[in-house]
């Protein structure tokens, strides 16, 4: 009888984690920093925006849920290898360096550094003006490394948040933001005051960040997002978050 019960219960503890692993399978754990409008950003005590709706998307096209995980940005590549989550979705720049230790999907969406600056600023018109000037960025982006190689005048003033950056802008600690053009272009939108330089700083490829070791997972993701661009719903996202034109 204490035989038939040990295997009993050990045949019950094999189903339970089996059960388990079963249940792991059905879930996308995606790390994102929502500070980031229009692609990620918190509403009414929800996330939303254009990387939310995406993934959520991929999520059901491969009949998974998704567990959002809610990091700072410069955390999101650490955290990802460290195995906390399997997807960092939060407007990543496929960058070389990034690549060396990462993998990303195949890019969904086209951005890059832009500038933001006061209307009544009219001494900045170009990037080239910002040699010597006040800029605020966000640790973690690719800004602070492009301004220390291609802008070393500037004095950054680094901020853990994206909307850090337009606050110090607004209350004229800095002569300028340096961030991704969707967020300064979104922001411009919402504040008057401010313009976005015609002349950008960069031109980028996003795309969602996964560990090396998960080729499978990547490729299921790869493979979702070429879905979505034949079934209309890429199409209709882009539509909802940046405008018909774009």
Partial sequence: MKLFRALSAAVLSCMLCAATAHAADDVLR??????????????DGQRTGFD????????????????????DFKGLIPGLIAHRFDVAASGIYMTEERRQVVDFTDPYYKGGLAVLVRRDEPGLRTPADL???????????KSVDFLKQNYPTVQRVEVEKNQAMFDLLMIRRVDAAVTGRPAAVQFAKSQGSVRVLDKGLTTELYGFALRKDEKTLTTQFDTALQTLRTNGVYAKLVAKWFGPSE
Wanted: aromatic share 6%; no cysteine; net charge positive.
């Fill in 131 to 141: 040699a010597g000037r006040k800029v605020s960025v966000q640790v973690g982006t």
């Fill in 30 to 43: 995606v790390a994102t920093d929502a500070t980031f409008p229009p692609l990620e950003f918190v509403k």
């Fill in 52 to 71: 939310i709706d995406l993934i959520n998307a991929i999520a059901k096209t491969l009949n998974k849920r998704v567990e959002w995980v809610d990091i």
